[in-house]
């Protein structure tokens, strides 16, 4: 099926352990991007991509790392992880010039 | 920096009532607003997007209105339906960046 799929869907981290989230779309989007998503607020954007090779950093990118070494993949890195990245993080992308995202389900990160 | 807020934060209606969520937003430089649907424990489906030169757009029972200069939007929900709940987000597109800036939701409930 079509769409954005994100691995893992949940993950249980300890403070200083590193982990990268996976983000595949199989619909040739050009653009991808990721959010945390905290209780009470928004979703807020962390790195984005405008297309393979290229990333850029978004509203709250500190203690993430991204790549985007295939057109299909963004990956996004937590080298040490800390207890306030404990949220759940979206991947989703859109074709250039066109507006309207495909998300993914969602990554449930728990860091302790 | 462009904020983006929606009042309630919670809302609880009987079943085929009709509703209307808020949407406002600091900067009216927009280039367009979209409204999502968020289920528990999925990611976002997007609704409806409404360009920053439209008034409004439908899409069968959902009605989204865009006021630019006052920095206002609603999503007007027709007869409402238990299978309407769930948390509706909106988000502006905005800035030379053209990131997208979501409200932090309304979580409707509908009761049958």
């Known amino acids: 099926n079509a769409g954005v799929t994100q691995t893992p869907k949940f993950r249980v981290l300890k403070t200083g352990q590193s982990m990268t989230l996976l983000c595949a779309q199989d619909m040739n989007h050009e653009y991808m991007y990721w959010y945390r998503q905290d209780p009470g607020m928004g979703l807020r954007l962390i790195h984005y991509s405008v297309g393979e090779g290229t990333t850029a950093k978004g509203e709250v990118p500190d203690g993430y790392n991204v790549s985007r070494l295939k057109k299909q993949n963004f990956l996004l890195g937590l080298e040490s992880a800390a207890p306030s990245q404990t949220s759940v993080y979206f991947c989703?992308?859109?074709?250039?010039?066109?507006?309207?995202?495909?998300f993914g389900a969602g990554s449930r990160l728990t860091v302790l | 920096k462009q904020e983006v807020t929606q009042i309630p934060a919670a809302l609880s209606v009987p079943e085929g009532e009709n509703l209307v969520l808020n949407c406002s937003f600091t900067d009216s430089a927009i280039y367009n607003l979209q409204w999502f649907r968020q289920d528990p424990g999925k990611g976002l489906t997007s609704l409806l997007l409404i360009q920053s030169s439209q008034r409004e757009q439908t899409s069968g029972r959902l009605n989204a209105s865009l006021d630019k200069s006052s920095g206002r939007s609603t999503l007007y929900i027709a007869a409402s339906q238990p299978g309407d709940s769930a948390t509706y987000l909106c988000?502006?597109?905005?800035?030379?960046?053209?990131?997208?800036?979501f409200g932090s939701g309304t979580q409707l409930t509908v009761l049958p």
């Open positions: 989703a992308s859109h074709f250039a010039g066109a507006n309207v995202l495909t």
């Open positions: 988000a502006v597109l905005s800035g030379s960046a053209r990131q997208l800036t």
